[in-house]
């Protein structure tokens, strides 16, 4: 088992980087175009927007910035869950970043949770 990092900035950043290169290797037909920039997009806008957060200047903006990045990685989890249920792609990662998307949703909503607390 690999051993993943701490740093939620540094899994984020992971993520968008595998996701972009599991959108890459996607077949260039309608299905791998449609399908393939989506997660691309909401991969990436959850780190940056993690980013943002980090430099939020008050708690308002902070959880404001914190569920833009959770609502796009459910937005991630959903697409690859299409394109699990379709069996698109002969990708073996999609079940490695299935398992990520899931994990990181579960931090996110718990620095949400707790910051509002």
């Known amino acids: 088992m690999q051993h993943k990092p ?12 595998d996701i ?9 037909d309608f299905i791998g175009q449609y399908y ?7 991969a990436g806008s959850s780190a940056l927007n993690f ?3 980090q430099g939020a200047q008050t708690n308002k903006d902070f959880r404001n ?7 796009e990685l459910k937005e991630s989890r ?11 792609g002969k990708n073996p990662k ?3 970043l ?15 949770k707790n910051k509002t607390e």
């Open 6 to 17: 701490y740093d939620l900035e540094e899994r984020l950043v992971n993520f968008a980087a």
């Open 94 to 96: 999609r079940t490695q």
């Open 78 to 88: 959903i697409n690859l869950k299409i394109l699990s249920k379709i069996q698109y």
């Open 98 to 112: 299935l398992d990520e998307v899931e994990q990181l949703i579960r931090i996110t909503a718990t620095i949400i």
């Open 20 to 28: 972009a290169l599991f959108c890459k290797a996607m077949p260039n």
């Open 51 to 53: 980013g943002e957060m």
């Open 65 to 71: 910035k914190a569920t833009i990045s959770l609502k």
């Open 36 to 42: 393939g920039h989506q997660p691309l997009r909401s």
